[in-house]
């Protein structure tokens, strides 16, 4: 089974703090995302990654940093976490293609409810 | 930048047929994707077009019209545990970025 692990399911940090949320895939995926989720607007995408090293702003970048220094792990990082931060975030990881064909099947971990005070 | 638009509620019986469309605006369309959440739980991948038709998957199906930027997910012979919320998501960028609409509940009554 595909698994996708989230560092942690509920995470409190005060205003300012730098906070980290990790996320580990161990199916050997090259592309993984980010996304936060809020009632009513689904699922919005902050920044996801095709390679390691290579990262993209998805359409809700600001305030949000990400890392990936390996192909397993992909980082989120709350330079100065703030109240409107508060949210479920959610890890994904796909695959691209296998045996020439594209695959299109995203995995999600269970999700960070981070609560910014 | 994209953007997907569905319902946001659903209410139908059980046995009945639930359609939930999704219109989206989007550059470089490679195909559109579904997923199911549960409460309290995480998307899970219920179905994906890349081309015009329709595809079935046991009791669900889903369609993709590419020139009129449609698609529709449907849910057959529904179940209590269909009661969850369904996302359209579309692939873009060289197939490498996911974005997803705003999401619809569907809530199954006896």
């Known amino acids: 089974d595909v698994k996708v692990t989230q560092s942690s399911r509920y995470l409190v940090k005060r205003t300012g703090e730098k906070v980290f949320l990790e996320c580990v895939q161990d199916m050997d995926h090259e592309n993984m995302f980010w996304y936060r989720q809020d009632p009513g607007l689904g699922l919005r995408l902050i920044y996801f990654?095709?390679?390691?090293?290579?990262?993209e702003k998805g359409d809700i970048p600001e305030g949000y940093s990400v890392s990936r220094e390996k192909k397993e792990r992909f980082s989120l990082i709350l330079e100065s976490a703030s109240t409107n931060q508060t949210s479920m975030y959610l890890c994904?990881?796909?695959?691209?293609?296998?045996?020439?064909?594209?695959?299109?099947?995203?995995?999600f971990g269970q999700g960070t409810r981070l609560t910014v005070v | 930048g994209q953007s997907l638009e569905q319902p946001s509620e659903v209410t139908a019986v059980e046995g009945a047929i639930v359609q939930i469309n999704c219109t989206y605006q989007t550059s470089g369309f490679y195909g559109l994707s579904w997923y199911q959440q549960h409460d309290g739980g995480a998307p899970t991948f219920l179905s994906y077009?890349?081309?015009?038709g329709l595809e079935e998957t046991g009791r669900f199906s889903s369609f993709l019209s590419r020139s009129d930027s449609y698609g529709y997910l449907l849910l057959q012979e529904l179940q209590m545990k269909d009661s969850a919320s369904y996302f359209c998501?579309?692939?873009?960028?060289?197939?490498?970025?996911?974005?997803f609409g705003a999401g619809t509940t569907v809530t199954v009554r006896a």
């Open positions: 994904a990881s796909s695959p691209q293609t296998i045996r020439g064909k594209r695959r299109t099947e995203a995995f």
């Open positions: 998501a579309v692939r873009e960028t060289n197939d490498y970025k996911l974005s």
């Open positions: 077009n890349a081309l015009d």
């Open positions: 990654s095709y390679d390691v090293k290579m990262k």
